[in-house]
C-alpha cells in the first residue's frame, strides 16, 4: 500500500489545479517526489519557475503571398487527378483543355523547385566570412539565408504568373471568368489553410543555431 504525507499531497493538489487554470500550454511541470519533505509554501516558487517562457525552438511561418498560386495550381493539378469530371465542370471547360491544363502545370511544377541548398550555402557563406561573434554571427548568417530563400520564393512566383497567363490563354472565352473566380476562391482558402512554406525554416537564433551546427560545421 502506498502512503503520501499530507504535506505532499497539499503541493500535488496546488500543482494540479494551477496546471489546469494557467494559460500555459505544453509546460512541463517538475515531477514531486511525495517523500521528500517539501513544505507547501514552495509550491508557489515551482510554479513561477515551471511558467517561465520559453523560447520556441523551430517556428514553421504559414504560406507567403507570393507562394499562393503555386500552391493552389498544384493543387488544381491533384484535382484533375482525382475529380477530373467535376473540375472540367467547374472550371467550364472540355476533358482536351483540362488535359492542356494538366500538362501546363505538370511541367512547371517538374521545372521548378525551392532550391533549398542555395540558401544554405548562402547561410553558411555568411557564418564562414563574417567578422562577428555570438548571436551577432548566426543573426548575419540567417539574414543570408532569408535573402536567397526569398530570392527563389520571387523568382518562382514571376514563373506562376507567366504560367497563369498561359492557362488563361488556352481556355474559352466562357470559361475565363470561371477560371478567374476559381483562383481568387482557391487563394483564399489557401491563405488561410495552414499549409506551410517550401523550405526548411530558421527563424530565430535558437533555431538557428542548430541550422548552422548541422548544415555548416558538419
Not at 152 to 160: G, I, L, P, S
Request: hydrophobic share 40%; net charge neutral; charged share 20%.
Amino acid at each position: 500500500m502506498l502512503f503520501v504525507n499530507k504535506h505532499a499531497m497539499v503541493i500535488i493538489a496546488c500543482v494540479f489545479t494551477a496546471g489546469m487554470t494557467s494559460g500555459v500550454a505544453g509546460q512541463e511541470l517538475p515531477a514531486l517526489n511525495a517523500g521528500n519533505g517539501l513544505q507547501p509554501e514552495l509550491a508557489p516558487q515551482i510554479l513561477r519557475r515551471s511558467e517561465e517562457p520559453r523560447q520556441p525552438r523551430v517556428l514553421t511561418p504559414t504560406l507567403a503571398p507570393e507562394e499562393i498560386d503555386r500552391a493552389v495550381l498544384n493543387r488544381l493539378m491533384q484535382e484533375i487527378v482525382q475529380e477530373p469530371e467535376i473540375t472540367a465542370q467547374r472550371l467550364g471547360v472540355g476533358q482536351q483543355t483540362l488535359q492542356n491544363i494538366f500538362v501546363a502545370i505538370s511541367n512547371a511544377r517538374n521545372f521548378i523547385n525551392g532550391n533549398e541548398m542555395a540558401s544554405v550555402r548562402a547561410m553558411c557563406r555568411a557564418w564562414d566570412n563574417s567578422e562577428l561573434r555570438g548571436d551577432a554571427r548566426i543573426q548575419e548568417a540567417l539574414d543570408a539565408y532569408s535573402r536567397r530563400h526569398q530570392f527563389t520564393k520571387d523568382f518562382v512566383a514571376r514563373y506562376y504568373r507567366v504560367l497563369l497567363a498561359d492557362i488563361e490563354a488556352i481556355l474559352p472565352l466562357t470559361a475565363q471568368s470561371r477560371f478567374e473566380s476559381y483562383m481568387t476562391d482557391r487563394r483564399q482558402r489557401m491563405a488561410s489553410s495552414g499549409a506551410v512554406t517550401m523550405g526548411a525554416v530558421v527563424q530565430n537564433v535558437e533555431s538557428g543555431r542548430e541550422s548552422i551546427e548541422f548544415h555548416c560545421r558538419g
